[in-house]
């Protein structure tokens, strides 16, 4: 069983700093893809960042490129989303997930992930 759980999510001042992490289990994730995701309410879930566990490639989208990193730690089998200058519009439930992808810009879909975490909430203040 599949298994990917939150944490490190809560409220930061903008221009803050905050990191969230992700905790796999239940698979070997050689040839797949971890990735972040936010869902802001009345909005769409939406791509935000992922990385391939062989390798480490990242991709990001355009809205957080420069200030986001993600990171992988494969012997906690965890992964990081380090967040910097926070936007009151990066306000959202940020979730995990993870699929097997080859072409890591095609991880971007969220038709791409199976299985997905519960989710932690990031409240960026004005």
């Known amino acids: 069983q599949v298994q990917l759980v939150e944490s490190g999510g809560g409220l930061v001042q903008t221009g803050g700093s905050l990191r969230i992490s992700c905790e796999a289990s239940g698979r070997t994730f050689g040839g797949y893809t971890l990735g972040w995701f936010r869902q802001a309410p009345g909005k769409d879930r939406e791509f935000t960042a992922a990385i391939r566990w062989n390798g480490g490639s990242t991709s990001y989208a355009d809205s957080v490129k420069g200030r986001f990193t993600i990171s992988l730690d494969k012997a906690k089998a965890t992964v990081y989303l380090q967040m910097s200058s926070l936007k009151p519009e990066d306000t959202a439930v940020y979730y995990c997930?993870?699929?097997?992808?080859?072409?890591?810009?095609?991880?971007?879909?969220?038709?791409?992930?199976?299985?997905w975490g519960q989710g932690t909430q990031v409240t960026v203040s004005s």
């Open positions: 997930a993870t699929g097997y992808g080859i072409i890591l810009s095609s991880m971007q879909s969220i038709n791409q992930y199976d299985y």
